[in-house]
């Protein structure tokens, strides 16, 4: 059975763990740093708020042994604020984990209109629904870096090797194909 470490410092951590447990996955809180020793075989950066998060990381002690995972081959899926989380770079502002070479620019739709729905296809898995909350636009990517998803020429799902980004909510939806996809990266 897969083991799949949900970093529950902050944001929506709980839908995670709801949406990998119907898939066949155990899941358990990343609450702090010793949680990070108990060799997930993977980990979820939920959405939230990227700078509270950014902070309670470095805070608690997390932030070289996530990075260091993350970069050593550990499969990670981080979800809106968990795509700033990974992003090389955040648009006027500091990075965090930036382990991924992409670029990306925080409420890019908006901080009051920023919440919608979309439809597109994801990774040549047909369609799923796709649920937007003060989301970030990836505005850059780096070699390497593979789209899955694209809306309005904008590319809202990627992956770098071990690491996969969406700049939407997965885990609000019913829909299970994002979860499915990642467990199957993992395995
Ligand atoms: N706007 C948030 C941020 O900048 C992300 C929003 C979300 O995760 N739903 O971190």
Do not use: W
Not at 1 to 29: I, K, N
Request: glycine residues 12%; charged residues 20%.
């Amino acid at each position: 059975m897969t083991r799949v470490g949900v970093l529950a410092v902050q944001g929506a951590f709980v839908e995670h763990e709801a949406s990998l447990s119907r898939l066949g996955a155990e899941c358990y809180e990343i609450r702090k740093a010793a949680d990070l020793g108990r060799s997930p075989d993977a980990l979820v950066i939920p959405g939230g708020e990227s700078t509270v998060m950014g902070k309670l990381v470095r805070d608690l002690g997390m932030f070289d042994t996530l990075r260091g995972m993350i970069l050593d081959g550990t499969p990670v899926l981080g979800t809106c604020a968990g795509m700033i989380m990974l992003a090389g770079s955040v648009e006027g502002g500091p990075s965090h984990l930036a382990t991924m070479p992409i670029a990306v620019r925080r409420n890019a739709y908006g901080r009051q209109l920023g919440s919608f729905s979309a439809r597109a296809g994801f990774a040549g898995l047909g369609e799923i629904p796709l649920e937007f909350i003060r989301a970030p636009a990836a505005v850059s990517l780096g070699e390497g870096v593979e789209t899955l998803s694209v809306v309005d020429g904008v590319p809202v799902a990627v992956r770098y090797g071990n690491q996969i980004a969406t700049a939407f909510h997965p885990e609000l939806t019913d829909d299970p194909t994002v979860h499915t996809y990642f467990l199957d990266a993992v395995r």
